[in-house]
C-alpha cells in the first residue's frame, strides 16, 4: 500500500476465533462499509466499536489491552493488519477477512453481522445486512449464504420456541455464543423404550458374575489429557508473537529497530 508500513500475516487463521478476537473482527468489517472515512481505525477507535450498544449482543465492556491483544491474535492468523499512514505515528487497523476467509463483500458483511450480534433469523439478518451492502430481498440474502451454508461457515438452526423462523449462526468463532451452541445440538434418546417406562436391568450370567471385580478394588487411574497443556503452549506463542509485534510498533515511533 502505497505511503503506508504494514504489518500483517499472510499465514492464514490457524483456529478458531475466541469471543474478543470475533467482536473486533465484525467491527472492523463494519466500519470499513459504513464509515469508510474513519477506515484504518485506531485502537481507541476499535474499543469504541466494541463496546458500542447498538447492534451489539452481548453488549461489552471491554479495555483497550483486551481489543489490542485480540488485534495482536488475528494478526497472527492473518485476519488483520496493522498500518502506518504516512506522516502519522498513530498506528491503526483493517481487517483481511475477504481474503483469508474468502468471502466477497456483502458475504463478509453478513459475516460480521452474525459475529457481531450471534443467530439470528432471514429477516432481521437481512435489514442489519442492508446496513452495510445491498441486500433488497430475503432471496438475495439466501443466494449470499449458500455459498457460506456449503462451506460450514454459517449454520442453519432450528426455530426457537413459540417461532417458525429458523435462525443462522457463524462457526468462525463457535464459543461467542455457547448456549446457542449448545442448543443446536440435538438431544439424542437414551433408549427405545415406550415414554415413562423404566428401563429393566438384564440378569448377569454366572460368568459375568464372578468376573467381576471385588468390593473396594481401587479404581483405575484415569488417562493424562495432554489437550490442556497443548493449548496452554499454542496459546504463550499467540502472546509471544503479540508481544513481539507490539515492541517493533513501539521501536518504529521510536525511531529504533530491534535485533533480528
Known sequence: MTGETQNSSSSGPRSTLDPIEARVLGVLVEKDLTTPDQYPMTLNGVTLGCNQKS????VMNLMEGEVNAALGKLIVKGLAGSVHPMGSRVEKFRHNAEAILKLSTPQAA???????RGPQQPGELRSRVARMTSVDTLQALMDLMKPLLDSGQVVRLDPTPGSRAERYAQTVAPDSH???ARAHVAARPMSSAPA???????????TQFTSMPSFGAPEPEP?????????RIDDLEFEVR????QLNALAWKLGQKLEA
Do not use: C, T, Y
Request: no cysteine; aromatic share 2%; hydrophobic share 45%.
Open 55 to 58: 447492534n451489539r449482543d452481548p
Open 110 to 116: 453478513l459475516m460480521a453481522e452474525l459475529l457481531m
Open 196 to 206: 415413562g417406562a423404566m428401563p429393566q436391568p438384564k440378569p448377569l450370567s454366572s
Open 223 to 231: 488417562a493424562f489429557d495432554a489437550a490442556p497443556l497443548l493449548k
Open 242 to 245: 503479540v508481544l513481539r509485534r
Open 178 to 180: 455457547p448456549i446457542e
